[in-house]
């Protein structure tokens, strides 16, 4: 069974910085695109970041020179860094994964992690 398990998230003042990461456990061949989502309290999920196999990625404005993905094919990990936080950065950060084939033949379209909370105070 494949599971996305996130990790790095806290507390931290504005200005500060946090990187989150996320691995992807089974025996993974293959994951297409992953990436992060946030949601805040009351909000709808918004895309943060992405990135591709290849290596191409995909960023919200709002984030765009603050953070930055990146990922490790062969350890199946994707990752945030994220600086110059804002207060308005606050939400529930998931990891995501889409396309994801195991060597056993398992395939799954989309897949979340459970999500790691980023708090950030002013």
């Known amino acids: 069974q494949v599971q996305l398990v996130e990790s790095g998230g806290g507390l931290v003042q504005a200005g500060g910085s946090l990187r989150l990461s996320c691995a992807a456990s089974?025996?993974?061949?293959?994951?297409?695109?992953m990436g992060w989502y946030r949601q805040a309290p009351g909000k709808e999920r918004e895309l943060v970041a992405t990135?591709?196999?290849?290596?191409?990625?995909n960023y919200a404005e709002s984030v765009k020179g603050r953070f930055t993905i990146s990922r490790d094919n062969a350890k199946k990990m994707v990752s945030l860094q994220m600086n110059s936080l804002k207060p308005e950065d606050t939400a529930v950060y998931y990891c995501n994964a889409v396309a994801v084939r195991t060597y056993s033949g398992y395939y799954n379209s989309e897949l979340w992690g459970r999500g790691t909370q980023v708090t950030v105070s002013s």
């Open positions: 990135i591709t196999s290849a290596g191409s990625t």
């Open positions: 089974g025996s993974i061949w293959s994951i297409n695109s």
